[in-house]
């Protein structure tokens, strides 16, 4: 209500310039695009609006030279198959051949005078010329691939609208020699740009190393003031409770003013928030910048923002204004801010950094992320989707690994309304920066340590790039580079006077595995492992004590694999002890294999069968990967980070779901073994482990503990009530020795539970365990279930599935839901259950919602299959 009241403030006062207030205006339809060889004509001549332009392709902006080729069906899909050895690749071809003019008829008129109109450029890869209606903006080329640009273009417009703009877009000086080597041979990095684009042990070169107008281009009209950098800063001081009454926090704020006009103006710099407003009067020189701080602003029981599983995360919408004479508005900005406070301390028993907020430690769930897309095809829903993802596996953070960029502000407003924390790394990596040996590398490690070849070029995107996200609640570490700091002067000059001039509110690492991260006593610094395990392994073997990179196995199921490998290729790896044999196309896509892994669920029939037990061993590795990890909460760690969770193209390892953002079992594991309040089961010692994330304690709880064997009978082993603290874990006892017995001949499958007093389920956890010999021999034998489906449409893009089981059945293991198109057949993409791969006891009713995008038109169906039940299609009333 309040931030109600101020805006109805300023309308009833500023009605007149409400319209006059700064717009933007994407320009993302309507390009043209040809090769540079090809053209003949200059820049000068195509930008004016008698130039032919009938034979130049429709082009992609934002995007890609090979976006647009693809489009056009120039190129074949690079992510099928091995169809991107089809594409030519640059450094074979040469800069010229991936050289584009990017064309764009504009109509839009000369304003009046007083006011000014800006071309804002985002991105684009690597540098640029830009012309329009016959005149060149600027003499020299505008480099580097994630420096934003803004051009003044008022006096190049013509009066009676009608304007082109014509760009002409070079690739990176150093294409970098795709030689398979992590970064290919490592020259990538000579640019200040991303280093993955040379091939990566998850992922096949790109062909044009994504040059092309790659990121969004804007018109922006304002007044002779414009805003900049608006920056916002929240101090929340002591330590807080969500859903408490709060004492006051702290917001500051400056921004950055521009008088474009050749004369003094006085005017009134305004921020508004929650029906608060603080104002101050400037004089701007003519034809200058001038940053200007308002005056410290108290907000009184403020709504904190919270990470994901620990509170809510509310976000302000708040205004920046600049008027000119007491009532004309100049330009406006609004900023979104989540009010909180990030601090970190070191942990003296775990030799690791701690993460707070808000004054509360915060045990770190986190993911490793790449880019939403390999080819920078990003949009705001994908965004979403992804981030929900990250959210839906009870993660709290987020890390942007350093061979790809700092991400858009459209992936942090998602991690601000979902409550992940972001990890942002800059363009390093110690594997093309110099930090290892390395064969596959062009050049030594001295000469790579001093990569990039401009290094006050970085510094310059460095210091663009952290104005652009630093107002997002979510941002919360900062890091130099991936496994190895930046150069010495361009680290000096980043971490002593970039970060405390244009941030210091977070906490800046040097790189993200440093020993001022995390420090293992018994082997120093580092990450890792990256492969398969043991899950007794995460339970008994301590590990980094805030492990930047921890992971294993990810294939997608049969429907994943259907995707991009051709039907002749789905062919099943083997494993004779040693080497795992696999397909060509498997390879090509970064397969990393399940080893014996399978075998105990018996050799693997074919494809389908593969992907299914795949699946079960999927879930059962990130389940006790964060399970092991948060059972030794502040004992151990203070947190982990899973390499990864997503890959941006259609790769074989370290996915919760693939490219097409079809969820696999991993997601669900790692969602089950995340939980804030978790019961788990130490398969070492035959612990019973509950983990409390939350800030209060849990008492009152009912702990079940049930056996269930083949046929279906079940066993009570135990029910007690328990209590467990706030932010710890608890072992409570152990049931080895009953759980031995019962799973000595075909294994046994393990229900927990943990009820509230209203007999409300709280965590459930359902284990399905080996005979002694290590074979699930039981499942191999187990009889078929019958279930009861129905599913029913409970809200626009929300679908309710009720699953029951009956009485004297055996269990119905590990179901696989999915929504599919009635027409295709094929599965509505994205789609978020509440739980997946769910298995259901005998007599036990389950309900799982499932959510999907509104604008799915297809009438849809329910499909339904799992390990021993036949696959069922249920029409949604």
Not at 413 to 439: E, H, I
Request: with cysteine; charged share 20%.
């Amino acid at each position: 209500m309040k931030n109600k009241a101020c805006r109805l403030l300023f309308v009833l006062l500023f009605v007149p310039f409400l319209l006059r207030a700064q717009s933007e205006t994407e320009l993302n339809s309507g390009w043209r695009c040809s090769k540079a060889e090809e053209v003949k004509a200059t820049g000068s001549q195509i930008s004016t609006s008698g130039y032919d332009l009938n034979n130049w392709m429709p082009a992609t902006v934002p995007g890609t030279v090979l976006t647009t080729l693809v489009n056009n069906h120039k190129m074949p899909d690079p992510f099928f198959g091995m169809n991107s050895r089809q594409i030519p690749d640059i450094y074979d071809k040469g800069n010229a051949y991936y050289t584009y003019w990017f064309v764009k008829d504009l109509n839009y008129k000369k304003p009046a005078a007083g006011r000014a109109v800006f071309l804002n450029l985002r991105g684009v890869n690597y540098n640029c010329e830009i012309y329009i209606n016959g005149q060149k903006l600027k003499a020299s080329a505008c480099d580097g691939m994630f420096l934003r640009q803004s051009h003044n273009i008022t006096s190049y417009l013509r009066a009676d609208g009608n304007n082109r703009l014509a760009i002409l877009v070079h690739p990176a000086p150093v294409a970098g020699k795709p030689n398979g080597g992590q970064g290919g041979d490592g020259t990538i990095a000579r640019n200040v740009g991303m280093q993955y684009t040379a091939g990566w042990d998850w992922i096949q070169p790109i062909a044009d190393r994504n040059t092309g107008i790659w990121d969004k281009v804007t018109i922006q009209e304002t007044g002779a003031v414009r805003i900049n950098e608006p920056h916002v800063v929240t101090l929340v001081p002591g330590v807080r409770l969500p859903g408490e009454k709060q004492d006051a926090a702290i917001i500051k704020t400056t921004a950055e003013l521009q008088n474009t006009s050749l004369k003094p103006i006085q005017g009134m710099l305004k921020y508004c928030i929650n029906g608060q407003v603080i104002t101050k009067a400037v004089t701007l020189a003519a034809n200058s910048t001038t940053e200007v701080a308002l005056p410290a602003l108290t907000v009184n029981n403020p709504k904190l923002w919270w990470p994901n599983g620990y509170g809510e995360q509310y976000l302000y919408p708040s205004d920046f204004e600049f008027i000119i004479g007491g009532k004309a508005v100049s330009d406006k900005r609004n900023v979104q801010v989540g009010i909180r406070q990030i601090d970190t301390k070191w942990n003296e028993l775990t030799h690791s950094r701690q993460i707070a907020v808000n004054g509360q430690k915060i045990f770190i769930k986190g993911g490793n992320w790449i880019i939403s897309d390999a080819m920078l095809r990003f949009t705001d829903a994908r965004y979403d989707a992804e981030v929900r993802y990250h959210r839906d596996m009870n993660l709290n953070l987020i890390r942007i690994w350093g061979g790809a960029m700092i991400e858009r502000p459209e992936f942090y407003a998602a991690c601000d309304k979902y409550g992940m924390l972001v990890f942002q790394d800059f363009w390093m990596s110690g594997d093309a920066n110099g930090r290892w040996t390395d064969p596959a590398k062009k050049d030594d490690q001295w000469t790579r340590r001093k990569y990039p070849d401009d290094h006050s070029l970085w510094l310059e995107s460095a210091a663009d790039q952290i104005k652009m996200v630093r107002n997002h609640p979510s941002l919360a570490i900062w890091c130099g580079g991936n496994e190895i700091a930046p150069p010495d002067d361009i680290l000096t000059q980043l971490r002593d006077v970039l970060m405390p001039k244009l941030d210091g509110t977070r906490w800046f690492i040097d790189y993200s595995n440093s020993s001022q991260m995390s420090y293992n006593t018994e082997g120093g610094n580092g990450d890792g492992p990256y492969g398969i395990q043991d899950i007794n392994t995460f339970w008994q073997h301590k590990t980094y004590p805030f492990n930047s990179e921890v992971g294993s196995v990810g294939v997608g199921d049969y429907e994943s694999l259907l995707r991009f490998i051709p039907a002749a290729n789905l062919k099943v790896p083997t494993f004779d002890g040693k080497k795992e044999t696999v397909d060509s196309v498997w390879d090509y896509h970064k397969y990393i294999g399940y080893q014996d892994f399978l075998k105990p669920y018996g050799e693997p029939e074919n494809a389908r069968d593969f992907a299914m037990k795949a699946q079960l061993v999927n879930y059962d590795q990130y389940r006790a990967l964060m399970e092991g990890f948060s059972a030794h909460m502040w004992e151990w760690y203070t947190g982990s980070i899973i390499w990864k969770t997503q890959n941006p193209w259609t790769a074989l390892r370290g996915q919760m779901y693939d490219y097409y953002l079809d969820a696999n079992a991993c997601l669900y594991g790692l969602r089950s073994g995340s939980e804030p309040l978790h019961i788990a089961y130490n398969p070492v010692d035959g612990n019973i482990t509950t983990i409390n994330n939350g800030f209060r304690n849990a008492n009152n709880l009912m702990l079940v503990i049930k056996t269930y064997d083949m046929a279906g009978k079940d066993s009570l082993l135990s029910q007690a009530f328990i209590s467990i603290g706030a932010s710890s874990y608890q072992r409570i006892q152990s049931v080895k020795r009953a759980v031995d017995a019962l799973r000595k001949k075909d294994g046994v499958f393990l229900n927990l539970q943990l009820l509230n007093e209203n007999k409300q389920v709280q965590s459930t956890n359902f284990y399905w365990l080996p005979n002694t010999d290590g074979e699930y021999s039981g499942l191999k034998e187990m009889k078929r279930a019958r279930l009861n489906v129905s599913a029913k449409q409970t809200a626009a893009g929300k679908v309710e599935v009720t699953i029951s089981n009956a009485a004297n059945a055996p269990v119905a293991f590990f179901n696989r839901l999915a929504l599919i198109s009635t027409t295709t057949k094929q599965r509505v993409l994205p789609a978020f259950a509440s739980d997946n791969y769910l298995s259901i006891m005998p007599g036990e009713t389950r309900k799982v919602t499932i959510d999907y995008p509104q604008g799915v038109k297809d009438k849809l169906q329910l499909q339904l299959y799992g390990w021993n039940v036949t696959e069922q299609i249920t029409d949604i009333n």
